[in-house]
């Protein structure tokens, strides 16, 4: 079974650009969450999708967003960048069962590192 | 919403040294526990995890862990290292039935010394 997939892999991109990086979940997983990777807050939660809606939220400003589209695939973007969105965005999928409160292990992808210039 | 604490970011230690990670979590309700491991390069993957049951969880390569519920801890151990653990080390809780959200803590860079 192929694993988490996420393109590009480096995004070069400076002030004030918008970028969309794509995440594609492992077969059969219905739900993708996101995370930011900094060496000074380490792994910080972004967003949950389940079944193309946004199931869960952290605690980013609205320029950071997502979708999910109708095969499980997501997205998300972020707009006006600053230098601090500098970092490795990460994205997981999971079983996840609607329903089902019993957490079932994500599976992560290997990054897109992003650097703001 | 809970949160998650690692001490000693670095730790540097001989090959078959005993290792051993804490991780102290804040949340009064049922949590779930995961231990992470991200070797250079590599992706994150999954060390073990806690649902309920037996505190004492095994998981893979040697490595195990202990879930103490009066301590709000989920210490990691392993009593041989390798120099293949050298690696970044990632707690993990969520609240299933709070806000359903993975939180991490800081992580521990691990360094095995052949």
């Known amino acids: 079974k192929a694993g988490v997939t996420q393109t590009p892999r480096y995004l070069i991109k400076t002030r004030g650009q918008q970028v969309t990086l794509s995440c594609s979940p492992i077969?059969?997983?219905?739900?993708v969450s996101w995370y930011q990777q900094t060496p000074g807050q380490g792994l910080q939660f972004l967003f949950e999708?389940?079944?193309?809606?946004?199931?869960n939220k952290g605690n980013f400003p609205g320029r950071f967003s997502g979708r999910q589209f109708s095969n499980s695939r997501s997205e998300m973007n972020v707009s006006t960048l600053e230098l601090g969105d500098s970092a490795l965005y990460l994205c997981?999928?999971?079983?996840?069962?609607?329903?089902?409160?019993?957490?079932?292990?994500?599976?992560f992808g290997p990054g897109t590192r992003l650097t703001v210039l | 919403a809970q949160s998650v604490s690692q001490h000693n970011h670095h730790v540097i230690l001989s090959e078959a040294a005993s290792l051993e990670l804490g991780c102290n979590y804040s949340?009064?309700?049922?949590?779930?526990l995961f231990w992470y491991v991200q070797y250079p390069g590599q992706h994150l993957q999954l060390l073990l995890k806690y649902f309920s049951g037996d505190p004492l969880v095994k998981g893979i390569k040697g490595f195990e862990a202990e879930f103490i519920k009066s301590k709000f801890s989920f210490n990691l151990r392993k009593p041989s290292v390798q120099w293949s653990d050298t690696a970044e080390y990632f707690c993990?809780?969520?609240?299933?039935?709070?806000?359903?959200?993975?939180?991490f803590g800081k992580g521990n860079q691990v360094v095995v010394i052949p």
């Open positions: 993990a809780v969520i609240a299933p039935y709070g806000n359903n959200r993975l939180a």
């Open positions: 949340y009064g309700g049922t949590v779930n």
């Open positions: 077969s059969g997983h219905r739900s």
């Open positions: 997981a999928s999971s079983q996840t069962v609607a329903g089902e409160l019993s957490y079932n292990e994500q599976f």
């Open positions: 999708y389940f079944s193309e809606t946004q199931r």
